[in-house]
């Protein structure tokens, strides 16, 4: 699924947001969390992980992908001469 560059950006930055409240959540002297709260907000910061990963390879995909239609477009002799 691609999305708009609009789009990655907020899923860019939702997920950045997720993951240091559940850093902060998780890594807080403080707080005192029973272990199934733990369990469950390490789960979910492994899936933000996760979800920002894939968004980043995805847009790596995408601008890779860009590229090779920019040099399929170009004529044969300027793919050479390069």
């Known amino acids: 699924m691609s999305y708009t560059p609009k789009q990655e950006r907020l899923i860019r930055e939702l997920a950045t947001e997720k993951i240091q409240d559940l850093q902060h959540l998780l890594h807080d002297k403080k707080g005192s969390l029973s272990d199934r709260q ?14 920002f990963y894939q968004n980043r ?26």
């Open 57 to 82: 390879l995805n847009r790596q995909v995408g601008m890779r992908s860009e590229e090779w239609k920019k040099k399929k477009k170009e004529p044969l002799q300027a793919q050479i001469v390069k």
């Open 38 to 51: 733990r369990e469950a907000s390490n789960r979910d910061l492994r899936k933000f992980q996760e979800l």
